[in-house]
C-alpha cells in the first residue's frame, strides 16, 4: 500500500481507503463487515470514511464496535454531517454541527475525529456560521481537520476568502473515468487552495467492476438490480459506456489487472487525488481493490482507455 499526504494537513492516507455508504451497520452483515474491516488494515489501509447518515448511525455505531482496542494512532477516521437524522436534525448550523458531531463522537467511540466534513454545502445556513462553528469544533479538539462533499468552486472559494475561521483541508467529490467534472474546475482550485481530494464512486457505483454487460438484465445480486439504487446508477448503465467497459478488459488483463484494479489506477494517476475510497461486502474485493495502490499507468496506456472509452457517451467524459 502507498500512502499520500492529504492536502496541506500533516495527515498521510492510504491511496485506497474503506468507505461505509451501504454497507456496514445494515446492508452487510456485521461478520462480513468485521472481515472487510480487517482485511483493510491487513494490506495496509489506515483510512476509514463514514458518515452520521449512514444507516441512520449505524454504520459509526459499528465502526466504533470494530475498531475499539485498536491504537487510536493506528488509523485515521473520517465523518461527516449534514442531511436529515430526523425531521428536526439536518443542515449546517451551529447548532447541528455541535449535536451530530458529538453524537458521532459517542457512536464512533472516540474523543475525536481526524476529519470533520460538510456532507453537502447547506444553503439555508450563513457560511459565516457553518465555519465558525466548524473551526470552534476543531480548536477544541473535537476533529484534527476539516472537509467538505460536493461543493460547488464558488463555495470553496468563499469559505476560503472567510476571515478568522480554520481552512479545509479536503475535498470529497465523486470521481471515476465515467465521472469526471471535477478535473475542470475543483481539482486545479483545490491544488492552490491546498486541499486534497477524497474521491468517492471511483467504480460508479461498481459499474466499473465489469459485472454489468451490454444488452443483458443486471445479475440479481447487484446494486442495479434493487428498485432503491437503480436509479442512482442508471446514468451509467447505458449500452454505448458498457460497451466501452468491454474495450478496457483486454487492457487491464495486459497489465496483469482486474478492471477495478485498472478504473481505481486511472483515478490515482492524477496528484491530486489523495485517497480513493472503495465499497466493499466481501474482504476479497478489499483485497483486490488495494491491489491498485502504487500502479502507475504509462501515457500510452493512458491513451489507450481514452480511445476504448470514446462513442462510451458524455458520462464517460465530462459531465
Not at 242 to 259: C, D, N, W
Request: hydrophobic share 40%; proline share 6%.
Amino acid at each position: 500500500m502507498q500512502y499520500r499526504r492529504l492536502g496541506r494537513s500533516d495527515l498521510t492516507v492510504s491511496e485506497i481507503s474503506l468507505g461505509s455508504w451501504l454497507t456496514y451497520g445494515g446492508g452487510v452483515e456485521r461478520e462480513r463487515a468485521e472481515a472487510c474491516l480487517h482485511r483493510a488494515f491487513e494490506v495496509g489501509i489506515n483510512f476509514i470514511d463514514t458518515a452520521n447518515v449512514y444507516a441512520r448511525g449505524a454504520a459509526e455505531s459499528f465502526l466504533g464496535e470494530a475498531l475499539r482496542g485498536l491504537p487510536r494512532e493506528s488509523y485515521v477516521l473520517a465523518t461527516k454531517a449534514f442531511f436529515p437524522m430526523s425531521p428536526d436534525d439536518r443542515g449546517l448550523s451551529a447548532a447541528q454541527i455541535e449535536k451530530q458531531l458529538d453524537a458521532s463522537l459517542r457512536r464512533l467511540r472516540v474523543d475525536h475525529v481526524d476529519l470533520y466534513q460538510c456532507h453537502r454545502y447547506d444553503p439555508e445556513t450563513p457560511l459565516e456560521e457553518t465555519m465558525g462553528a466548524l473551526t470552534s469544533a476543531l480548536r477544541k479538539g473535537k476533529t484534527r481537520y476539516l472537509g467538505f462533499s460536493e461543493w460547488s468552486p464558488r463555495q470553496i472559494q468563499a469559505a476560503a476568502a472567510l476571515p478568522g475561521v480554520e481552512r479545509f483541508v479536503s475535498s470529497q467529490p465523486q470521481y471515476s473515468m465515467l465521472w469526471r467534472a471535477p478535473e475542470l474546475e475543483v481539482f486545479p482550485l483545490c491544488a492552490r487552495l491546498g486541499i486534497g481530494q477524497i474521491v468517492w464512486s471511483p467504480l460508479a457505483q461498481g459499474v466499473l467492476s465489469g459485472k454489468y454487460r451490454p444488452g443483458q438484465p443486471p445479475p440479481s445480486d447487484s446494486r442495479a438490480a434493487s428498485e432503491r439504487m437503480g436509479g442512482f446508477i442508471g446514468e451509467f448503465l447505458d449500452n454505448r459506456i458498457l460497451a466501452g467497459l468491454q474495450r478496457l478488459e483486454p487492457i487491464a488483463r495486459e497489465l496483469g489487472l482486474s478492471l477495478p484494479q485498472l478504473a481505481l489506477a486511472w483515478v490515482l494517476r492524477r496528484l491530486e487525488v489523495s485517497s480513493a475510497i472503495i465499497g466493499a461486502s466481501r474482504p476479497e474485493q478489499v483485497a483486490e481493490n488495494a491491489g491498485a495502490s502504487g500502479v502507475r499507468l504509462e501515457p500510452a496506456v493512458l491513451e489507450r482507455i481514452e480511445k476504448a472509452l470514446v462513442g462510451a457517451g458524455q458520462a464517460a467524459t465530462d459531465p
